[in-house]
C-alpha cells in the first residue's frame, strides 16, 4: 500500500484531485441551478399567458354588466375557455411549485417553497374556479333580468381566479429571484472557497516541497563554499530523499576528485618548493656545522662567552631549520579547511620560503604588507594560492628573457575587507585569453610545461575564503590579480 505521507507527487496529486472534487460540486450545482431557472422561466411564461388570459375575461366582464351586450359575454366566455385550455396543457407546471432537490437547499437557506396561500393542487382549483365562473356567467345571461346576487358571486369567483393566477406568477418570480440571488452568492462562496484552496495548496506544496528545496541550496551554498557536509539523511518524502542520497554521492566524488586535483597541483607546488627548501635548510646547517668545527678546536679554550655564543648560534640554526621543516610539513598535510585570524605579513613571508630556491636572480621580489593587517583564513591554503601565484609569475618573466620583478602589496579597504595586489612585469596574457584563466586544465604555458591547474585551485581557495579575484593584464606589459579578503568572521561563527 502507498503512504501519502512518502511522495510529494501523490500529496500534489492528492490535493489537486480534492480541489477538483470541490469545484466539479461548485459547477455542477451550478449547472442545475441554471437548469431550474431555465424551467421557472418557462412556468413564468406560461403563468404570464394565463394571467393576461383571466384579466381580459375580467375586463369583458365589467363591460358586460355595464351594458349587458352579448359580444361582451361571448368575449368573456372566450377568453375563461382560452385559460381553462392553458391549465389543462399545463397542468403538470402549474403543480410543480419548486418540488426539485434544490429546495432542500432553499429550506437550509430561510427560502420558503412557495408564497403564502399557494394550493397544493393549482390545476385543479383553477380548473373548478373556471367553470363555476363560466356556468354563473351564462346563468346570469340566460336570466330575464340580472340578478344582484349572481353578479355579485361572479365577480368573488373571478376575483378568486384573478389572486391565484397572480400569486402563482409571484411565487414563481420570487422563487426565480431568490435562487439567482443563491447563484450570485453561490458563485462568491465559490471563489472564497478556491482562494483558500489556493492559500492551502501553495502553502502545502511549500511546506512539501519549497522549504526542503531551500533547506538544500543552504546546504549547496556552504558545499560550493568548501564545507563538504553532507546533506540530511531523513527527509520525510521520497524525491527530497532521492534528490539528497544523488547530491551526497556527487559531493563525495566531487570531493575526492577535488582532493586528488589540489594534492596534484600541491605536489606541482612541492617540486618547485624543493629547490627553495634545499637552499634554506642548507643555510642554517652550514651554520651549524661551522659552529660546531670552532667549538670542537676551541673545546680546551677558556673564553667560555665565545662558546656559549658558537652554542648559541647552533641552538638558533637549528631551531630555524625546524621551523622550516615544520613549515613544509604543515603544508604538505592534507586536512580539511580551518579559518583563524592570521598575519597577513607572516603568511606572505612563510610562502617565500617555498619560492626563493625557484627564484632565478634576475627576478626581484618586493613585498609591501603592513604587519597589523589580520585575516580570517586558512594559512596553508592561502599559501597554496600565493605559492601558484608566484609561480605564474616567475614562469611569465622568465618567457620575457629580461629582468623583471614581482610585486606584492596590501591594504584595508573601507568595508573592512582586504585588498591585495600581485603584479609581475611578466609577457602578459592575450585580451582574448584573460576571461578563460581561471577554468580549469586552461594555461597560457607551452605544452608539459604547466597542468592548467594552478589558478583555478587558486580561484577555488579565494572563493572558499569568501574572497574575490580578478586579473588585468596587457600583453608584453605584465599582469596584476586584485584579491579582496574579509578580515573578519563572515561564516557566522563556523
Sequence with gaps: ?????SSIKLKIIAGYLISFFVMSIIVLATFFNLISIEERLSLIGTRQIILEEVLEARRFEKNY???RKQDDFLETISYIDRANILVEENKETLDSLSISYLELVFSFLGFQKSGPGSPSKTSSQLTSLLSEYKILLKKDF???RPSADIETSIRRTGKEITDIVEVLAHVEQTNTR???????KGLVVALFVFLIIGL???????????RPLNRLEEQMKKIASGDFVALPAKPKDKEIQAINDAFNRMTKELFEQRQEIINAEKMASLGTMVAGIAHEV????SNISTSAEILSEEIEGNDLKFKNELIEQIIGETDRARDIIKTLLEFSRDRRLEKRRISLSDTVNHTLLFVRGYLPPFISIDIDVPSDIMIYADRQRLQQAFINLFRNSIDAIKDTGVQGAITLTAHINEDNTVGIEFSDTGKGIPTPLVDKIFDPFFSTKEFGKGTGLGLYITHQIIAQHNGQISVKSELNRGTTFYILIPSEVEDNGK
Design 178 to 184: 431568490k435562487l439567482l440571488t443563491f447563484i450570485r
Design 65 to 67: 354588466f355595464l351594458f
Design 142 to 144: 340566460d336570466m330575464p
Design 200 to 210: 492551502i495548496m501553495a502553502r502545502f506544496i511549500s511546506a512539501i516541497a519549497t
Design 1 to 5: 500500500m502507498i503512504n501519502i505521507r
Design 282 to 285: 642548507n643555510n642554517p646547517l
